[in-house]
């Protein structure tokens, strides 16, 4: 039996998008690997994963510093890698377009340079109810050193923000709103326009937290107008340990540098020391360099498919699973927002997720199993935990059509 | 199928049936002791109560939620050491992590040898042995909750 029944259209031709991505061809437990847990981490296409090893091989040196042939190689590939960020999400300048480790260290870096030389006890930063853990915790940690207060819009049933609450919960005391533009656990898109309009007209900066947005929306900074945006680089088919926080010039250069070292710096004397300029003055130390040679061939590997053409076969999947899962007997869906990405979280009648994930795995297929980072999601829902499948621009029905089959396999193996 | 001969170890009937209908299911008022366990990395809960004798297990019981292995072990676990000493009850662990982990052969274990499907499934280790570990932290009355982290 193949995994693979392939439809070919004219516009996305999956089977060759499947054949970029090596580790799809694999066989679990003897079975072909159906890949359904793309929110945690996604695949690398052979483009990534062969750039990083031409910079192993030929180019590997410091950036910004030596006059060698290899450091200016390295550092050529790593601003040009600077340069493909800024474009795929149409930032204005280099200068706003930061490398970090990924969405977390971002959000952390948002926290102690933008948040806390601001922020004063009794100020507010507001959130959203279906965060991921790392647009929750940074807050926590500013909220205690400072006497901020954290406060949490509600979402509805379907995993929907509601929209009137959050307008009414930014008040005079709000000093910052971060919100997801995603939900991780739930699928759901959030309104970022909206609520970045509502923040503006108050005077309120935005932070936007991309992880899940990335690799399925088409992102563009300016016509948001956010005035943060993170992201992680292997959730947009790029490789671990990188990740960018994009944000707005006139902010950046108002904002003390996050960690101190090399590279982020002009001149040092032990008397005074001049930072430097946008953005290395937020990157101290050897940067993962690589890993940007990486992500910024991640990021062309996904124009080059056209992120519209992979999301309009990514919202078909989702439909078909939507249909086919919401039809069995004992099982909930989990995040039925009308808005929404490829994801599918759902509990079955009298059986935890668990089982059901190791039984899924003995058939090849990868889900995630447990709160998803995201605890007070699972607690608005009243489940412990959920089976999530998330889905990326190289699924195919035939691998939904799996899904469904194993969960099968499981009623029929605890429910009877 | 090889995968199905594997599932079908893992989750034995018996299994099933205990994580259906769990034994000893329930709360010991007056216990002597108690300890609650935690599992981070999928939020299993388990509380054992114990009432302890002369250093004997006169009853045993469990509360809490989970998959059906984390159930199933509590349940079976409460079945085989009551009446158990408390020196009895720490060498059943010491051979049913044995079991668990594929280094021993469950050999005087009784009905708690139906887990030794488990040592093809090593992530799953962790939700069967949580209770155990639950059970020598009220032994010893620990305080705080234990945690397979």
Partial sequence: MSALRVVKSSEFDLLEVRRDFPALHQKVHGKPLVYLDNAATTQKPKAVIEAMDRFYKCDSSNVHRAVHALSDRATKAFEAARTTVKQFINARSEREIIFVRGTTEAINLVMNSFARPRVKAGDEILISALEHHSNIVPWQLLAEQTGARLVVAPIDDRGELILEEFERLLGPTTALVAVAHISNALGTIMPVHEIIRMAHARGVPVLVDGAQAIAHVRVDVRELDCDFYAFSGHKVFGPTGIGILYGRESLLEQMPPYQGGGDMIRSVTFEKTIYNELPYKFEAGTPHIAGAIGLGTALEYVSRVRIDRAAAHERELLAYGTELLSAMPGLRLIGTAREKVGILSFVLDGVHPHDVGTVLDRDGIAVRTGHHCAQPVMDRFAVPATTRASLALYNSKAEVDALAHGIRRVQKLFVT | ?149
């Avoid at chain 2, 302890?52 to 809490?64: K, P, Q």
């Avoid at chain 2, 989970?66 to 408390?86: H, N, P, R, V, Y």
């Avoid at chain 2, 020598?136 to 009355?141: C, G, H, P, T, V």
Wanted: aromatic share 6%; with cysteine.
């Fill in chain 2, 1 to 149: 199928m090889m995968n199905d001969i594997e599932i079908a170890d893992l989750y034995q009937e018996l299994i099933i049936d205990h994580s259906r209908r769990p034994r000893n299911f329930r709360r010991i008022e007056g216990a002597t002791h108690q300890a609650e366990g935690f599992n981070p990395l999928c939020g299993d809960k388990v509380r054992v109560y114990l009432d302890l004798e002369d250093g004997v297990l006169r009853d045993i019981s469990f509360e809490g939620e989970g998959c059906a292995i984390s159930k199933a072990s509590a349940s079976l676990m409460t079945e085989a050491i009551k009446g158990k000493s408390k020196v009895e009850a720490e060498q059943m662990f010491s051979r049913f992590r044995d079991l668990a982990t594929g280094s021993g052969h469950g050999s005087d274990l009784g009905k708690l040898a139906v887990f030794s499907g488990l040592r093809g499934f090593p992530t799953r280790v962790k939700c069967a042995t949580l209770v155990w570990h639950t059970l020598r932290a009220a032994l010893e009355q620990a305080p705080g909750i234990v945690s397979t982290e």
